[in-house]
């Protein structure tokens, strides 16, 4: 009898818990359903992301985390009506190993891509902003400063179609103080809706992006330090815990996860500039970077990554980031540190300009009227992507010396390369439709679909991208079908160059004591 009167007052006493906190959210209703980052609303509704911007960034990051999250809706939109088919379709705009399995899995599920853009961010209840920041080219900090414009037309349009209080995320790299900005931009236009600002930089490396994505170093969110900003970040870590180590979630401020970006780029873009500066030198003395690298990284200190000599580094972050980084110093009277970092530019041009001279001086001072071809024109493998690739520096370099390009990446497209090497610097960073109408078409510049085909009756064959399959080329048949003396200009360290001078080539690798030809006509920078 005790048994039974303890049980029904137990009982009785759940069932008024639960009443009351119904009565509770059906009180406030329209507040929880704003504040959907207590407990149980957590629980009880299916929480709604969307990112603006369907490019390398949005795409890739959206996709892994509807698959890791399978109670989340996540819906990547984009004002492109061509790219966002492309990512309906079997044929995605980017290329990246593993992208493919990933958005198939989780495609009409709970992962969308739209245009529908104002429809799905009044939906969402966290907002990632993954829009085009380029470099300004005209204006106040023209050729260094990044180029809000985007960033600031979607924050005004968040603004306009909210109808209740929002997460608003950072993804792309954005200058440090870009926050605050946007808050205020949200703020002075949110006709009582509350948003929370927080930055979620993105550090993956295409190519691996997946992989990144599934095993990161860490995961920033930087956010106001106040108990909403603070809420904020705990619920966008909630998102991430699915499937990251707690200990690898980093919560900083919100300024320290913008900084933490550039500051990651400007040092990884350095250690590059800092291996080619020595490749130089080891070229001028007779040592080899290769080991001098090795014997560099075997230091725990220092270690062995980003020390790979080559033509120069692309992408489009380490130029970008460091430029902006630039501008930020200058702007903060920090001239000293503004020359410090502009030098990792320069040495990055210089070998770029450096490589092109030795080509033009070893094949006789000129190379006007001669095919050369070109091997690689991504600025990386495991990619299609060719923003600040060294490729199109070269290849400008070698046109203006009236040279014939004979061009094969298994990745880059004709439209692409064309479009790469007839645009003026910083324009590819704007969306594809804002971009002037090129007509592109050049004469000197034919893209082929093999290696053999742009060897064929070459003088020099130019290695610009370290794909797999070049290291494995038939080099007997390709000399056999080059213009004699047959050059090979290594930029990536690919080939075995004892066994392509076996064979006939006279080889220049980067960093690597010269070949007997090479030291007889020096390159002038």
């Known amino acids: 009898m005790v048994e039974f009167s303890l049980g029904f007052i137990y009982g009785f006493i759940f069932w008024r818990l639960i009443r009351t906190l119904g009565e509770y959210a059906m009180v406030t209703s329209d507040h929880t359903e704003n504040t959907f980052c207590f407990g149980f609303i957590l629980e009880e509704k299916m929480v709604k992301i969307c990112c603006i911007g369907a490019g390398y960034v949005g795409g890739p990051t959206m996709a892994v985390i509807a698959l890791k999250c399978p109670s ?22 980017i290329y990246e190993p593993g992208l493919d399995d990933v958005v198939k899995q989780c495609r ?34 023209a050729g260094k400063a990044a180029d809000l414009t985007y960033w600031e037309s979607a924050a005004r349009m968040i603004a306009d179609v909210s109808k209740n209080d929002k997460i608003v995320v950072e993804k792309s790299t954005v200058p440090v103080k870009t926050a605050e900005a946007i808050e205020k931009i949200l703020t002075h236009n949110c006709k009582g809706i509350n948003f929370q600002i927080l930055s979620n930089p993105e550090f993956l490396a295409e190519g691996t992006a997946i992989q990144d994505l599934f095993h990161p170093d860490r995961v920033l969110i930087g956010g106001r330090d106040t108990p909403e900003g603070q809420k904020a970040i705990q619920t966008l870590k909630k998102v991430y815990a699915h499937w990251v180590p707690e200990d690898r979630i980093i919560c900083t401020n919100l300024w320290s996860a913008e900084l933490s970006k550039l500051a990651a780029n400007a040092f990884l ?27 560099v990284g075997k230091d725990s200190r220092i270690g062995p990554k980003f020390l790979n000599a080559s033509v120069g580094f692309g992408g489009s972050c380490f130029q970008k980031d460091i430029l902006n980084l630039v501008y930020i110093c200058e702007c903060n009277g920090l001239p000293e540190v503004a020359n410090y970092w502009k030098q990792v530019i320069k040495v990055n041009d210089y070998q770029k300009s450096r490589f092109v001279n030795r080509m033009v001086s070893s094949m006789f001072n000129t190379v006007s009227g001669k095919k050369i071809a070109i091997l690689g024109f991504a600025f990386k493998k495991d990619t299609g992507d060719t923003r600040e690739t060294p490729a199109i520096d070269v290849c400008k370099g070698l046109l203006g010396d009236n040279a014939h390009l004979s061009i094969y990446d298994p990745q880059v497209t004709q439209e692409q390369i064309q479009r790469d090497l007839s645009m003026e610097k910083f324009v590819w960073d704007h969306p594809t439709h804002l971009q002037p109408v090129i007509p592109y078409g050049l004469k000197q510049v034919n893209v082929v679909s093999g290696a053999h085909e742009a060897t064929k009756d070459a003088h020099g064959l130019c290695i610009l991208t370290e794909w797999d399959e070049f290291k494995t080329l038939d080099f007997k048949r390709i000399y056999d079908n080059m213009q004699k003396p047959a050059f090979v200009f290594d930029g990536r360290n690919v080939v075995d160059a004892s066994k392509l001078r076996e064979i006939g080539f006279i080889v220049y690798t980067i960093g690597k004591p010269l070949d007997a030809w090479l030291k007889d006509m020096p390159a002038v920078a």
């Open 72 to 93: 989340i809706e996540v819906a990547v939109v984009d004002i492109s009506v061509a790219r966002i088919a492309a990512w309906n379709s079997d044929e995605l705009p």
């Open 108 to 141: 009409g599920k709970n992962l969308f891509f739209s245009t529908e853009v104002e429809k799905h961010v009044s939906e969402a209840d966290i907002i990632f902003v993954s829009v085009n920041t380029p470099t300004k080219t005209r204006g106040l900090g």
């Open 269 to 295: 873009a350095q250690r590059i500039s800092s291996v080619n500066a020595m490749s130089a030198l080891c070229e001028a003395t007779g040592a080899d970077v290769t080991q001098v690298s090795n014997a």
